[in-house]
């Protein structure tokens, strides 16, 4: 306004009287402007001298209230919903904030992070309850409030989780740098819930201190701060004779007992923990400690190697032990006395086969026979010798204390053959390591990896298949023989009955469908964009209408009744000689929404709508005369686009990647029709805001 | 490789995942029927078919397409893949190999030292992000290697990475980030 030249003389002195509303040039003193739109402040005195303000403050997120007369209602369609949000996000904010009773400071805080999210479209797809907690929590994080996303999920009785993670999202979206938590914050707002009445302070002053402490001891790393908290709290409150018990605090903090036992037994094993009260408040200890999952991991790495050590003695010890038993075995087999009866058969029996080597097969017939049909003899050998001293001296050794004083010593070793293996194989296991689990379950394994080759080179790269290195034989036991398939066959249709029975019947009702002619592939839906296929215009509409979805904040009653009171099918036979073309601007209109691309959007959403409103509007009516609207297109679109083009092309310069020519032409109906359009309906008021 | 240590660091490698085509349309009803280790699951449509040896699980679906998961090198992802082609061949599928694709390797690796975690955050924000509220760990992606790291306060790392090499390399970049955060143990 200020660098304006006067038309006249070309002068740039002006004069700008606000008060009177006029522009005038001081050089030939022509008036430039008249009535100008004042926007200053005025003042009117009221009654006892008090003066006040004219006008009303306006809010800046857009008309909340009262929308202006006649044509209000559509004053923007698409700000209206971005206020409605912004609305009631304000509003959940209000109420979810004085829940947690945070100032008024932090609630506008919250709500400009709300507005940041918003206009980043990061609302999409999540529920607003989510993205308000998460804005909430963010501002509890940047104003160092002590409140947890845990009270949050409670509130809303959300899985912390989950909203965790839309708050990791808006803080990385926001670029959000939110302070790391300090348990210190949290020990004022427990200490109060806990009740100390006039000591609170002095408590809070000691459990401070030894969360300071614990922090130094590196307790607090990777742990949640309320863990901590409890803990310090609990033995704050017993230094100052206060008696908390563990289900008070675990109240009060939001932590299980486990957890809080075992922060306790962590601070237990910190030398501060050795420490008298009067010398913990007076003295800091210089040493660290290492974090206690480290030195429980070590303590476990130790652990690991005392039980390897263990074992090797033992085997060392067992050597020796075998030697006095053969020895005493002798000895008692001279000093038996001799049995009659039953036993003696009994011993005649195991006499004969224990030395034999088909102990294994009596071995193999009380213990698991069916995995003694393996081929490698040596092996078997071997685990037999193995088994025959093992067993016989070291389950003795267990099982035979109690038992020799009662039966007599044959049938003793007619329990070991019997019982040895089943009952032995745990503690076995872990003397002996891998030979009795061999012995006893799978001989398969041993031969199989002989029989295997070693994994061989990269294959080229080719759709063959490259069988080196792969060994036939064991792909086929991964093969079932056709009796086995059979079995399969059986129970697997048993499980499976019901849902065979829905896919028998849901193929019943397609060939059904496809008999009557009724029958509707559904194609699967791609990604990519398929172009429009219609036959008439309103089929073009509607497929189009499928694919974008419809917004819920169009009021399609009022909508409804617009185009209904103008008359039938006002919007599409206007007043203007235009009418055909007007038909085909919406048929080419359909066209480009379908391939325009992002740059277009704003004249899209404009378009989208108008659509959608005269769709919904009109339901009813025919596609025929529509359809005869469409098939006018070539011959006359012609003449229109070609006096569009020259005006409209340098408007629209940039070009997308279909043709530029019908992209041009498209657009420039766009811009033409956004003209028209408001001459049609008239109370698209909005329109021009969009436009621009 | 680890030029900034005296000692060698050990990256072991715990999982990889791999996927690859056999370019021909499989009937899960058959494999599912005359195979031994496997599951059918009807509702996804999908096959588990595990292999003993090397130790993977495949998923394998109706088009043709195969995720082995399981093995805890590249060479044994490749080698497990070509077995289980070898297997469905045998069924009767005109099988072919192609498109054999490593996806991601998850592999662990122990620093011997503990790291303190809230100065680690502080000095690559925001690419590192501690929420103790919600996992023990420190997440540090790197955008240009697609890795991803969690780092513990013990000082053990896990990393996932789209192939070996990416993960070693990553190992390499952000050690000297951990080393200056760290606390010489005292035991």
């Known amino acids: ?692 | 490789m680890d030029s900034s240590s005296d000692e060698a660091l050990d990256i072991i490698i715990t999982n990889v995942v791999a996927t690859f085509r056999t370019r021909c349309h499989l009937n899960l009803r058959t494999i599912a029927l005359e195979g031994t280790n496997v599951i059918y699951k009807p509702e996804v449509g999908k096959v588990l078919m595990k292999l003993r040896k090397p130790t993977i699980t495949a998923s394998i679906w109706s088009s043709g397409k195969i995720i082995c998961t399981g093995a805890t090198s590249e060479d044994d992802a490749k080698l497990g893949a070509r077995r289980l082609a070898r297997c469905l061949q045998k069924l009767g599928f005109k099988v072919k190999f192609s498109a054999f694709r490593v996806v991601n390797v998850l592999a662990v690796c122990s620093m011997p030292f503990a790291i303190h975690l809230i100065d680690f955050t502080k000095n690559n924000r925001p690419i590192a992000s501690y929420e103790p509220e919600l996992h023990p760990a420190v997440t540090y992606r790197i955008k240009n290697l697609k890795a991803t790291f969690q780092v513990f306060s013990t000082g053990s790392l896990t990393v996932t990475g789209p192939n070996v090499q990416a993960v070693a390399t990553a190992v390499e970049q952000v050690y000297p980030l951990l080393f200056e955060v760290r606390k010489p143990l005292c035991k």
């Open chain 1, 1 to 692: 306004m200020s660098s304006r030249v006067c038309q006249t003389c070309g002068g740039s002195d002006i004069d700008v009287d606000q008060a009177r509303g006029s522009a005038v040039c001081t050089g030939c003193g022509s008036v430039l402007e008249d009535n100008i739109i004042v926007s200053e402040v005025q003042f009117v005195e009221g009654s006892g001298g008090v003066s006040s303000t004219v006008g009303q403050f306006v809010s800046a997120d857009g008309p909340a209230k009262a929308p202006l007369l006649g044509s209000g209602f559509h004053v923007s369609v698409g700000k209206e919903s971005r206020a409605q949000t912004l609305q009631s996000g304000k509003r959940q904010i209000q109420q979810l904030g004085s829940q947690l009773q945070l100032n008024q400071h932090c609630l506008d805080t919250a709500f400009n992070f709300f507005k940041l999210v918003v206009s980043k479209h990061l609302t999409r797809g999540r529920k607003m309850e989510h993205v308000i907690a998460a804005c909430l929590y963010l501002v509890c994080r940047t104003e160092g409030t002590p409140h947890m996303l845990l009270d949050l999920s409670d509130l809303l009785q959300v899985n912390v989780y989950i909203l965790g993670k839309t708050f990791l999202l808006l803080a990385r979206e926001l670029c959000i740098n939110a302070p790391a938590i300090d348990p210190c914050l949290y020990i004022p707002r427990f200490a109060h819930m806990l009740e100390f009445g006039v000591k609170t302070h002095e408590v809070s002053m000691t459990a401070l201190r030894l969360v300071q402490r614990m922090k130094r001891d590196w307790m607090h790393m990777g742990r949640r701060p309320s863990g901590l908290c409890g803990a310090a709290l609990l033995v704050a409150a017993r230094m100052h004779k206060f008696r908390r018990s563990v289900k008070d605090v675990i109240g009060v903090v939001k932590v299980c007992q486990t957890t809080l036992r075992k922060r306790l037994t962590e601070f237990e094993d910190t030398p501060t923990s050795q420490l008298t009260i009067d010398e913990f408040m007076r003295v800091d200890l210089e040493q660290e400690c290492d974090p206690p999952s480290f030195t429980a991991g070590q303590h476990k790495a130790k652990m690991q190697q005392l039980e390897q050590e263990l074992a090797r003695k033992l085997d060392e010890v067992e050597g020796e032990i075998s030697c006095y038993k053969d020895e005493i075995e002798s000895e008692l087999e001279k000093s038996r006395p001799k049995l009659s009866g039953i036993y003696a058969a009994y011993s005649k029996e195991i006499s004969q086969s224990t030395p034999a080597p088909e102990d294994e097969d009596v071995l193999s017939t009380t213990s698991e026979p069916e995995e003694m049909d393996s081929e490698d003899a040596d092996l078997q050998a071997a685990t037999q010798h193995l088994t025959q001293d093992f067993l016989c001296q070291v389950i003795q050794e267990e099982e035979g204390h109690g038992k020799k004083t009662d039966e007599g010593f044959c049938e003793q070793e007619a329990e070991p053959e019997t019982e040895g293996p089943r009952a032995f194989l745990p503690p076995l296991s872990v003397i002996l390591g891998k030979l009795p689990s061999a012995a006893s379950l799978g001989l398969q394994t041993f031969s199989e990896s002989e029989a295997s080759t070693k994994p061989s080179d990269e294959p080229p790269e080719s759709g063959e298949l490259n069988l080196e290195g792969i060994d036939d034989q064991e792909i086929e036991k991964y093969i079932l023989n056709d009796k086995e398939v059979r079995v399969k066959t059986e129970l697997w249709m048993k499980q499976n009955e019901e849902y065979l029975k829905e896919q028998k019947e849901k193929e019943d009702r397609i060939n059904k469908e496809k008999e009557e002619g009724t029958y509707k592939e559904k194609k699967k839906k791609y990604k990519k964009r398929e172009q429009i296929e219609a036959s008439t215009v309103g089929e073009a509409i509607e497929k189009m209408l499928e694919r974008k979805k419809i917004s819920s904040k169009i009021n399609y009653d009022v909508l409804k009744d617009l185009n209904g009171s103008t008359g039938g099918s006002s919007p599409l036979t206007p007043d203007l000689p235009s009418g055909t073309p007007t038909q085909k601007r919406l048929s080419r209109r359909r066209r480009k929404t379908s391939e325009t691309k992002p740059d277009f959007s704003t004249s899209t959403i404009i378009m989208r709508k108008r659509f959608r409103c005269l769709i919904s509007a009109t339901p009813k009516k025919k596609a025929l005369p529509q359809a005869e609207h469409a098939t006018l297109p070539a011959a006359e679109a012609k003449e229109p686009e070609a006096e569009l083009s020259p005006d409209a092309i340098p408007d629209l310069g940039s070009a997308s990647t279909v043709a530029p020519p019908p992209i041009e032409e498209e657009e420039d109906e766009v811009e033409e029709e956004c003209v028209s359009a408001l001459q049609l309906v008239g109370d698209y008021g909005c329109e021009e805001e969009e436009v621009f």
